[in-house]
């Protein structure tokens, strides 16, 4: 008699839970039931691993690995939901694990990690002369390296090489030849003290280049340059370039990344810029070689660097732009997207970086961090990615 009402009891509790769901996962939208059903189906394409590395790409990988050219055997575009990690993260025993697991329990499925940082820091001892002319520091060793690589590519992360090109106080130092100077001769410097190297220089832009192909050897799918601009803080009116030639600033910039392109052609690795947020929204380059039109003719991806923060009383209506990331990131989207429309240059995609980090109020968590994500869609845009400079990002502000 207990055994019959036990199980009676068990149908009866089942019954409850599956009602509940049922009603649960019908108000889940106003479509009911079957939008559900096609949002579920959706994000599950997203996270998709064969959308991702496709299967021959991880066999070649794995053939090759320690091989010394690991370079991809193809270009698959990806729909980027990405986050950074620095080089010194990539050999912590902390944030690499909490940084994979980031992206492997929620809808990311991307890493932007530096090959070479703003400090001129390589990632590993890359096998290119001037690196070994200028004794360059690294974070690790090649061998390490390629072992976190192993694991990126074994979690189905697309790897996407952050390269910045002429802020490099290591190299500005090293052979100051090379390095912007001041009009009494010395080294000039930015407002924190640190060199540049003149980006009028092809020693210079051959150097950033070695570094994306030595990247693409080791499984990089994506070079994304950075800093590719000249410097905008300091005493710029007493910068001097000893490489100019008398070329508007926005056509050296645009010159780099068209020997950049042709260079990285074998290679199999798709091309981005990062640029300044403002970029979507002015005329001109600003007065560092930025401008949207001559950057995206060069480019497979340009990255716009929406960071709310980073706009100024009155940018887009506002007396307090941070306060806004929605409606600021998605009217410098728009701005963009017009850009690109009416420039001609449609095979270009924009892909934005947005804002985990503070600066000014408010500070930023989920609902922040979220209305940007959102505000990119609403552009109609399908890819994003999150910076924080010191790699810990908002994990509640991304979907599972």
């Known amino acids: 008699m207990l055994k019959k009402y036990f199980f009676a009891g068990m149908v009866i509790v089942l019954l409850s839970v599956v009602t509940v769901a049922f009603y649960t996962f019908s108000a889940i939208s106003p479509g009911g039931v079957q939008e559900a059903r096609q949002n579920y189906a959706y994000q599950q394409t997203l996270r998709d691993s064969s959308r991702i590395i496709p299967l021959e790409e991880k066999v070649h990988y794995a053939k090759r690995f320690f091989a010394g050219d690991n ?182 910039i645009q010159e780099f990344l068209r020997y950049a392109r042709t260079e990285l052609q074998p290679y199999n690795v798709f091309l981005a810029a990062d640029v300044f947020g403002l970029t979507t929204l002015t005329l001109d380059d600003m007065g560092m070689g930025q401008k949207f039109e001559k950057v995206i003719s060069q480019v497979d991806y340009i990255c716009p660097m929406v960071y709310p923060s980073h706009y100024g009383p009155g940018n887009y209506g506002f007396n307090n732009p941070n306060g806004h990331p929605y409606e600021v990131v998605r009217q410098a989207l728009f701005d963009g997207l017009k850009k690109i429309n009416e420039s001609g240059h449609t095979g270009v995609l924009l892909r934005p970086w947005l804002q985990d980090f503070d600066l000014g ?5 989920r609902e922040e961090v979220r209305a940007q994500i959102r505000a990119a869609y609403d552009s109609g845009l399908e890819e994003w990615m999150l910076w924080n400079a010191g790699n810990r990002y908002t994990k509640e502000a991304l979907l599972e």
């Open 71 to 252: 370079r991809p055997i193809s270009k698959e575009p990806v729909k980027v939901k990405g986050i950074y990690m620095s080089g010194s993260a990539v050999y912590s025993s902390t944030l690499f694990p909490y940084l994979i697991d980031l992206v492997d329990t929620t809808e990311l499925n991307a890493l932007v990690v530096d090959m070479k940082d703003d400090s001129g820091i390589l990632a590993f001892d890359f096998d290119i002369p001037l690196a070994r002319e200028i004794k360059a520091r690294t974070h690790g060793t090649g061998q390490a390296f390629e072992e976190k690589m192993r694991v990126l590519y074994t979690k189905n992360i697309y790897p996407i090489a952050r390269i910045v090109v002429f802020k490099d106080p290591v190299l500005a130092e090293r052979k100051q030849e090379l390095a912007i100077k001041r009009k009494d001769g010395g080294l000039w410097r930015d407002r924190k003290g640190l060199a540049w190297v003149d980006p009028h220089c092809e020693t210079v832009w051959k150097y950033a280049v070695d570094v994306a192909k030595e990247a693409a050897k080791v499984g990089f799918r994506e070079i994304q340059f950075d800093y590719v601009r000249f410097p905008t803080d300091g005493d710029v009116k007493n910068a001097v370039y000893p490489f100019a030639g008398g070329q508007k600033k926005e056509d050296v």
């Open 361 to 365: 109020s408010p500070a930023y968590g």
